[in-house]
Each structure stands twice: as C-alpha cells, then as structure tokens.
C-alpha cells in the first residue's frame, strides 16, 4: 500500500508543474498568426517596476499608444505587423535607452525585453510562412506611435513609452 503512494505524489507534482507553468499562458489571435506567450509574467514584471517608471514620467497630458487611435482600431489582419513594429520600438529604443540607477528595474527590464524578443521570434516564424501581412494601415498606425514617440525628447520619449506598456499588454490581452 505504501508503494502506490509514491507514483500518485509524482503523478500530482508534475501536474500541478504543468498546471502552474501553463496559468498566464495566452493564445493571442494577429490575424492569420496565432502564438501562445506568457502575458501574466510579462504583467507581472512590470507591475514590479510600474510605479517607479511612472513616478518618472513627467507628460502626464501626452499619450504614445492612444488607445483609439492606434491600438483599438487595428483590424485583426494588420495586429501581426503592428505588434510587429511595436516590439521592435520597444526593443530597440524603449528597453535599451531606459535610465535608472536602480539595479532591481534594470532586470526587470532585462527579463521584459526578453520576454518581447520572445514574441518577436514567433511573429518572425508567422512573417517568414506569409501569416503576417503589413497592410497600408498598420504602418499608418505604427507610423502615428513612433511620430508620438519623436515629438518627446529622446530620454522622455523612452519613459513616456515604458510607462505605457500597459496599454500595450491590455491590448495583446484582448486579442487573445
């Protein structure tokens, strides 16, 4: 009796592992590419690190991901292209840039943009099997984020766009 003990706390372990890894794990839907990422880590980091980016953030009457207007209103055959171009801003100009003497948000940010370039490698995959088009919209609409992005001096810009991820993780919630 004793022995059959052991094969169900295995069995139960590795279930509750696979149930724990798999809790934040969400399909989103960019038009024809589906991926699967953790958005709950993802939040999660950045809840971390949310105050103290937006206590830094002086243009509280300036908006870089307008909801309306970029975000909400791309159709879903243009998502993959914008969210595309989105993580490549944030890679290329938002993590990188981002100043603070703060080593505990330096990795936050670290593990964020590891997480992006995670997203951006599947996106890579939809855009080399032709499941990510860029239409004519979503680069008008990533062209309104990134001329809202240049309008803010470089290092703004940089805290202005952080301290807006939200938005953009709320988004990628709702296309899921």
């Not at 980091?45 to 206590?55: C, T, Y």
């Not at 330096?106 to 370039?117: C, P, Q, T």
């Not at 984020?145 to 991820?165: C, I």
Request: aromatic share 8%; proline share 2%.
């Amino acid at each position: 009796m004793k022995g059959s003990r052991l094969p169900l706390c295995l069995l139960s372990a590795v279930f509750y592992l696979c149930c724990a890894s798999s809790a934040g794990l969400k399909t989103l839907h960019l038009g024809s590419c589906v991926i699967t990422i953790n958005l709950q880590e993802i939040r999660n980091g950045f809840s971390e690190i949310q105050g103290s980016v937006q206590a830094k953030d002086e243009n509280i009457d300036i908006r870089i991901l307008r909801k309306t207007e970029s975000l909400q209103g791309t159709k879903p055959t243009d998502r993959c292209c914008f969210l595309r171009h989105l993580l490549r801003l944030y890679l290329d100009r938002v993590f990188k840039n981002y100043q603070t003497p703060d080593y505990h948000t330096l990795r936050k940010i670290s593990s964020l943009a590891n997480s992006f370039l995670t997203i951006k490698k599947e996106l890579r995959l939809c855009h080399a099997y032709r499941t990510c088009h860029c239409g004519e919209e979503a680069m008008e609409k990533y062209s309104q984020v990134l001329s809202h992005f240049e309008e803010l001096e470089p290092q703004a810009a940089v805290v202005k766009a952080l301290s807006e991820l939200d938005i953009l993780l709320h988004w990628m919630e709702e296309t899921a």
